[in-house]
């Protein structure tokens, strides 16, 4: 009863602080009055009793904050005042409070930005029920590693373990799927699934349906459900969408449903899969012949199973190794012995809870990750050191008004709280610009034209989590100073006499934290400068192909609906269209993307021993390819005309593919073949010079990738996408004419890509520009942070050193000698923070230097570039951070010079 | 020092609660009515009696409401509570223990 009274009393109090207020002036003005008149009453005059009753009376403002106390709205009211005083206080050091909240705020905003990809990648919950009885089956490599399910077949092998698995289902990894949407092509991903797909997850589609394993049938009608990100990214979460029809690879294919929301594909890297489709879809939907034919879907497959209850992973795998010899007697041709996805005897059983991306992929994704975390995390740590050396800068500057309160009487836990409030404030603003930041950085990313989609979100995790990182730094960092700054000994603070004793350790610590953010930030920069030395090889390269007045026109007759043989008629009709445009003096049919090559492994002839998949690479080609590109020939002829469907497979090699497979540059006649074609031997019937290639393998770049063939779309049953023409004239110009024929030889005919080769190019170097980009934005930032230490730490020795300063300045010294003596420690600063950064940029140049120019990352190599030591980008990075370092340092040194010497004696 | 205070609070809370059990009265009467009823042997400092008041009505001791004064005025009458009341019986119990103790200290003493 009593404590509803007071919480109620107190609730008033607060809501109606106001009435509050002038109730209690009102009630003490009326004492006032009343007192008066009494006084009145007994002779004084009017003034006079006035007087006397304000002095009977004591200070009003005393008894109303006495008043104010009694009633327990103290701490409340002090909070607001703390408040108040503090953001007068913080506005009033508009320098200090903007060097902070900007240190707090990249720093905070480059960690929630970087999380956020990492969680988008790494972190996420397991949306799976019942995720421990779930398990992944791999066929393992040649080495013995797991690697993928490889055939259809297999997996309905291990799916017959039914008294071991309740259900299994199988997916094949992202497979590229353009689609027609809103009257243009899109790229996108699709996976080939089981209609148990979703069932083995416990996971139900956010609309619609699954497919049913009806749809699973060869000649069944094409279904597919669609990923919830592409859904309410790409169709507007439109619940119409369900039923419609959707052109995919130029098939149709009815939407019969749409994805768990949670869930974003079976490989879930931050990329989400825009279609499944029925497993049998592969077949219709994929170009390659190969695909289409043969008894069993030769695709690499994840498959993973649920457990019988009761059943053990132990168990489990105990039953893949007896079915392990069975698989491994009969596999197809195609995938023993070499290649990409070749496999050997074993199966690999384990939980999917233990795997993160793939067993193989998991350790290297980890390490990159969590490089990636430390390096931001270092950026956080030297911005709550450079906070704390601001905070302390403060604390020293303020002894004395602090000093000066303690004795007017405020206690030491009101400074404390005064103190304490001013660096939460901070804190929290730095948190606030962080998450503005995160978010504003995530955008930009996202607007990244990347070919696929990418689900990347501040989520609430990331939220606290920089939230909780600000409330930390304010707290501890506000908290350490403000102890420090009240621990004085009032006297000979107020007389200033005693300057405090300098705490060598403490200053070694941030001198020593100086010097580690030097170092970063030259290592940032060091590694920014590798990058961009990449992207400027890769601009001079010389491509070793035709790139001026070069157009090209990607289409897809299968998107309009056209069979097969009236295709083949419309793409000579439209080269033979486009030759005839006037200015075009070379032009040529291809399949894809020329240049666009894939990685293949191959097998001479004659030879027992099979290439790895990345050193040659393959590139569809057709007459008149190599005369329109200008890619000149060695030996022997280019294809033409003779070579047919019917005919003789034949390819052409590049000079270093003929030196290193065939030992000669003249390999004409010599045979070779790609080691998953068992039977389809090559004869190689020209060479031409070497070439750079388009390969996806490294990001896109413009590879150096000399060892490659060629095969002619002639041969291949394919049906030729790409024009490809030269022009004596502007190529951009060109473009429109291209467009126009396509239109008119029918149009129907969807406009894929129309770019010139030097757009193609361009484009194709986004990756690393977006690597270099984020690399030098965070190497710039280290510089900032810093400086904004270096700026602290300098300004802190010369609040202390006032007094030696004004002293030394009476004696004679010159401005410069002052100078000097500031700036001297910040110099040796900068100077071992540069040299340690730049020592480990060159250990990293060596390093890489070192290797072979590829790094197996597991599920695949990755090409490393090798970069030259470049002294002067190495000068230029030290010169850089010198000449930012010493400005940082230079303004409060310059202050310090120019301080009057009697007002540095007095010190305020 | 402070046990001081205590006492004294304390006893002003006693006194203005006895003051206003007769009848509501605002704060400058409440003084006013204390130092004539103690012959002007006890004066209460303005400095001590608002905090006291406020104090006692957050307690729920006392409430608070305008009025009129004799003087035709808007004042702030203080009034005590159900709980107030009970309070004021322990509190002059207390009191009157304190008091014939200390009493007893000095006649015998």
């Known amino acids: 009863m009593r404590a509803w009274h007071i919480v109620r009393s107190r609730l008033r109090s607060l809501f109606f602080r106001g009435g509050r207020e002038s109730d209690l002036n009102e009630e003490l003005q009326f004492h006032l009055e009343r007192e008066t008149e009494r006084l009145q009453a007994s002779g004084l005059s009017r003034e006079d009793a006035r007087l006397q009753a304000l002095r009977l009376f004591g200070g009003v403002e005393q008894i109303k904050e006495a008043s104010r106390d009694a009633r327990g709205t103290a701490a409340v009211d002090a909070l607001s005042r703390d408040t108040r005083y503090a953001v007068r206080r913080l506005l009033r050091d508009w320098r200090f409070t903007s060097a902070a909240v900007l240190t707090l705020g990249l720093a905070i905003g480059a960690n929630t930005a970087i999380f956020s990809v990492v969680n988008a990648v790494l972190f996420r919950d397991s949306p799976f029920a019942e995720p421990d009885r779930l398990v992944n089956i791999y066929q393992n490599d040649l080495g013995g590693k797991p690697l993928v399910v490889v055939s259809y077949d297999a997996y309905r092998e291990m799916a017959q373990y039914t008294d071991i698995f309740a259900a299994a289902m199988a997916a094949t990894i992202p497979f590229p799927a353009r689609y027609l949407h809103e009257g243009g092509i899109r790229s996108g991903t699709a996976e080939y699934a089981t209609a148990t797909y979703l069932d083995v997850l416990g996971l139900r589609p956010s609309l619609g349906r699954w497919f049913e394993s009806t749809e699973e049938r060869p000649g069944a009608p094409l279904v597919a459900v669609l990923g919830y990100q592409t859904w309410t990214r790409v169709f507007r979460a439109d619940p119409s969408v369900l039923g419609r029809i959707v052109r995919i690879e130029g098939a149709p294919v009815t939407i019969v449903g749409i994805g768990p929301a949670n869930y974003r594909g079976t490989l879930d890297v931050g990329l989400a899969t825009d279609f499944w489709m029925p497993v049998t879809a592969i077949r219709e939907l994929n170009a390659m012949p190969w695909m289409r034919a043969g008894p069993t879907i030769i695709a690499p497959f994840f498959v993973k199973a649920r457990l019988r209850e009761g059943v053990t992973v132990a168990q489990a795998k105990a039953a893949m190794d007896v079915l392990a010899p069975r698989l491994a007697a009969a596999l197809p041709e195609e995938v023993r012995g070499g290649g990409e996805f070749a496999v050997g005897t074993g199966i690999t059983l384990v939980a999917t809870t233990d795997v993160r991306i793939h067993p193989q992929a998991d350790a290297p994704f980890m390490a990159i990750a969590s490089g990636l975390l430390v390096v931001v995390g270092l950026v956080l740590a030297i911005a709550c050191s450079n906070l704390a050396t601001l905070l302390l800068v403060r604390g020293a500057a303020r002894t004395k008004e602090i000093s000066m309160r303690l004795a007017l009487g405020a206690t030491r836990r009101q400074i404390v709280r005064h103190l304490l409030t001013e660096s939460l404030l901070l804190s929290l603003a730095g948190g606030i610009a962080g998450c503005i930041l995160a978010w504003w950085t995530l955008r930009v990313l996202q607007g990244v034209e990347l070919p696929v989609t990418v689900d990347l979100a501040v989520d609430y995790r990331v939220l606290a989590f920089a939230m909780a990182l600000s409330l930390i730094t304010g707290v501890a960092f506000g908290l350490a100073p403000a102890l420090k700054a009240t621990k004085i000994d009032l006297l000979p603070a107020l007389r200033d006499e005693g300057v405090l004793p300098i705490d060598h350790r403490r200053l070694t610590l941030k001198n020593a934290l100086i010097v580690v953010q030097v170092a970063v930030s030259v290592l940032l920069l060091g590694v920014t400068s590798i990058f961009l030395q990449q992207l400027a090889e890769a601009r001079e390269r010389r491509v070793g192909y035709a790139v001026d007045g070069v157009a090209m026109l990607e289409t897809d007759p299968r998107f309009a609906g056209h069979p097969a043989a009236a295709v083949a008629n419309m793409s000579d009709e439209l080269l033979r269209r486009i030759a005839a445009v006037p200015g075009v003096e070379s032009a040529a049919l291809s399949y894809g993307l020329p240049m666009e090559s894939a990685a293949v492994a191959t097998v001479v002839e004659g030879a027992s021993e099979t290439r790895s998949s990345g050193d040659v690479s393959m590139v569809w080609a057709g007459p008149g390819f190599f005369e329109t590109l200008r890619i000149p020939l060695l030996h022997g002829r280019v294809f033409d005309a003779r070579d047919r469907p019917g005919t003789p497979s034949v390819a052409v090699v590049t000079e270093t593919m003929a030196r290193r497979y065939f030992g000669t540059v003249d390999a004409v006649g010599r045979r070779f073949r790609n080691d998953n074609q068992p039977n389809a031997w090559m004869e190689v019937i020209g060479v031409v010079r070497d070439t750079g290639a388009r390969s996806l393998s490294a990001g896109d770049v413009i590879a150096r990738q000399p060892s490659q063939f060629y095969r002619s779309y002639t041969q291949s049953g394919l049906v030729p996408t790409t024009v490809v023409a030269r022009t004596s004239g502007n190529a951009a110009a060109l473009l429109g004419a291209m467009q126009r024929e396509l239109r008119a030889v029918d149009v129907t005919l969807p406009v894929i890509t129309a770019q010139t080769m030097a757009q193609d190019l361009e484009r194709s170097q986004v990756a690393p520009k977006v690597v270099a980009t984020f690399l030098s934005a965070l190497g710039g930032l280290g510089l900032v942070l810093a400086s904004i230490g270096l700026h602290a730490v300098v300004a802190f020795a010369v609040a202390r050193r006032s007094r030696e300063i004004g002293i030394r300045m009476a004696l004679g010294a010159a401005s410069q000698q002052v100078v000097w003596s500031v700036a001297r420690g910040v110099a040796g600063l900068i100077g071992v923070g540069t040299s340690i950064g730049l020592v480990l940029t060159i250990l990293i140049m060596l390093a890489l230097r070192a290797t072979s120019g590829s790094a197996d990352i597991g599920i695949g190599n990755l090409d490393v570039y090798r970069p030259n030591i470049d002294p002067v980008a190495l000068l230029a990075i030290a010169v850089v951070t010198a000449v930012v370092g010493v400005a940082a340092a230079f303004v409060p040194a310059r202050r310090a010079a120019r301080m009057d010497p009697l007002v540095a004696l007095r010190h305020e | ?109």
């Open chain 2, 1 to 109: 020092m402070s046990d001081q205070t205590d006492v004294l609070q304390g006893t002003l809370d006693l006194l203005i609660m006895r003051t206003i059990a007769l009848e509501p009265l605002h704060g400058w009467a409440i003084a006013q009515r204390i130092q004539q009823i103690s012959d002007d042997l006890l004066r209460v400092r303005q400095g001590s009696l608002y905090p006291a008041l406020h104090r006692l009505e957050h307690q729920g001791w006392i409430t608070a409401g305008w009025g009129a004064s004799e003087n035709n005025r808007r004042a702030r009458f203080y009034a005590l509570t159900k709980a107030g009341r009970k309070q004021l019986e322990t509190e002059v119990a207390k009191w009157e223990r304190l008091s014939a103790g200390v009493n007893l200290v000095l006649q015998r003493t």
